[in-house]
C-alpha cells in the first residue's frame, strides 16, 4: 500500500505525512530530504552546483539511509539529519533536484526503500513519477502567506530568526523553480486528492488523510468479499 503526498514547501504535508504514517503503521519516506542530503553531499565536496556532470557525477556515489522512524537521515553513514535543514543546502536543492541524473537515482533508491513496504512517501512526483500506481495520492496545498509562517515558526524552533517576506519570497522562487524545470515538475497528478491546509491545524490534515484512507481501503475490502 503506497499513500503518496505531494505539494509545494511549507504546505503541511511534512508534519502531515509522519503522523498520518504513524497512525496507520506505515513506512515515512521523505524524499525531500533525499535530495536536501544528495546537496549536502555536493556541498561538503565543494562542487559548484552549477556543475550537473560534477554533481551528477557526485551524487551516483552517495548511500542514504534512514533511521526506522524515517526521521533521521544517513549520509554515507553520517548522520546529516540537522545539516541538511541548513540554509546552504535550501538555497542550493532545487538546482541540485532539477537534473535529470540526480533523480533517476533518487527515484531508484526511493523505490528500493519503500516498494515492498506500506509506506506513506512524501515529495513532489510521488504521485506522478515515483509511484503512478501509488493506492491513494493527495495534493497538499496552502496559501503563500500561511506557508512562510508555518515556515517562520519551524526555523524559530531550529534558532533561526528570518522575516515572513524573506520566507515569502524564497518560497516564491523554490516554487518556480521547483515548478518549471524540465524533469518532473511540482504538479498535481490528476487522480490526486487536494487538500487545502490553509485554515486547518494538524491534526484535521492528519484524520482527514487518514479517514481517507480507512474508508476507501474498508471499501474495497468489501467489494473484493463480494465478488
Ligand atoms: O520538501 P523539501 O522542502 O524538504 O524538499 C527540498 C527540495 O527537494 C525541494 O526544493 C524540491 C526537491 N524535491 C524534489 O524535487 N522532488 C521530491 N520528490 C522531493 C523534493
Do not use: W
Not at 148 to 167: H, M, P, S
Amino acid at each position: 500500500m503506497i499513500v503518496a503526498i505531494d505539494g509545494p514547501a511549507g504546505s503541511g504535508k511534512s508534519t502531515t505525512a509522519k503522523g498520518v504514517a504513524e497512525k496507520l503503521g506505515y513506512l515515512y519516506l521523505d524524499t525531500g530530504a533525499m535530495y536536501r542530503a544528495a546537496t549536502a553531499a555536493v556541498l561538503a565536496a565543494s562542487i559548484d552546483s552549477d556543475d550537473e556532470l560534477a554533481v551528477s557525477d557526485c551524487v551516483e556515489t552517495i548511500e542514504i539511509d534512514f533511521d526506522e522512524t524515517g526521521r533521521l537521515i544517513f549520509l554515507n553513514g553520517e548522520d546529516v539529519s540537522q545539516t541538511i535543514r541548513g540554509q546552504e543546502v535550501t538555497q542550493n536543492v532545487s538546482t541540485v533536484s532539477a537534473y535529470p541524473q540526480v533523480r533517476k537515482r533518487m527515484v531508484f533508491m526511493q523505490r528500493g526503500i519503500a516498494g515492498h513496504r506500506d509506506s506513506v512517501v512524501e515529495g513532489r512526483d510521488i504521485g506522478t513519477v515515483v509511484f503512478p500506481d501509488a493506492d491513494f495520492k493527495f495534493f497538499i496545498v496552502a496559501s503563500i502567506e500561511e506557508r512562510a509562517e508555518r515556515r517562520q515558526k519551524d526555523l524559530a524552533g531550529l534558532g533561526v530568526d528570518q522575516t515572513v517576506n524573506d520566507i515569502v519570497e524564497d518560497l516564491k522562487r523554490r516554487d518556480a523553480l521547483d515548478s518549471s524545470r524540465d524533469v518532473s515538475p511540482l504538479t498535481k497528478s490528476e487522480d490526486a486528492l487536494e487538500v487545502d491546509t490553509t485554515s486547518m491545524n494538524i491534526k484535521q490534515q492528519i484524520d482527514l488523510i487518514v479517514r481517507h484512507v480507512r474508508d476507501r481501503s474498508a471499501r474495497k475490502e468489501t467489494q473484493a468479499i463480494g465478488e
